[in-house]
């Protein structure tokens, strides 16, 4: 299975920025690629969405998503919380071993592996390898610093990065 990344996200002050890494790994010591891209920008470049865990799968749960939100009219929650409905009934998309952290303006969430929508209460979140990594330092320094959320996501990922061996300092952020 192709898989490594970490994505970081923080909401502050009426800005979310997301972050990525862009390292593939296969297995536990090869890596695939340094420069992929799990951050971008879509919907007309109102959503950003970033995307761990399998890469094809990660890519599929992307485009379903990217579905709803045309089905939608780009209502985030409403995209959000159908794909996980979708996730939940559907065969093909159960088996997915991919989670997305997705934000326009107003909201953002993470669409977990089984199905559910988080609302992060806090602003701030992370999945992928080193997402517990990134979350601690994002915490951490949104309560501490007044950085800007752009500044924090840098700071959590390179954190991350210098931790999580299947995390690499390539990142692409995207603030919406």
């Given amino acids: 299975m192709l898989e490594g990344t970490t994505i970081c996200a923080v909401r502050r002050d009426g800005i979310t920025a997301i972050g990525g890494d862009g390292q593939v790994t296969m297995g536990q010591s090869v890596v695939l690629k340094g420069n992929a891209k799990k951050v971008k920008r879509i919907y007309d470049e109102k959503v950003v969405v970033g995307f761990a865990g399998s890469v094809s799968d990660a890519f599929t749960l992307s485009e379903k998503f990217e579905e709803m939100l045309q089905k939608y009219s ?9 794909l996980a409905e979708e996730w939940r009934k559907g065969n093909m998309l159960r088996n997915l071993e991919a989670m997305l952290i997705v934000a326009d303006k107003d909201n953002l969430f993470i669409v977990s592996g089984d199905g559910n929508v988080v609302d992060p209460e806090d602003g701030v979140c992370a999945i992928g390898s080193g997402g517990n990594y990134a979350l601690a330092a994002a915490r951490a320094l949104k309560e501490n610093t007044q950085m800007s959320a752009e500044q924090i996501v840098r700071s959590a990922m390179k954190i991350a990065a210098d931790i999580c061996i299947f995390t690499n300092h390539n990142l692409i952020v995207e603030t919406v």
């Fill in 74 to 82: 780009g209502n985030l929650m409403r995209s959000a919380v159908e």
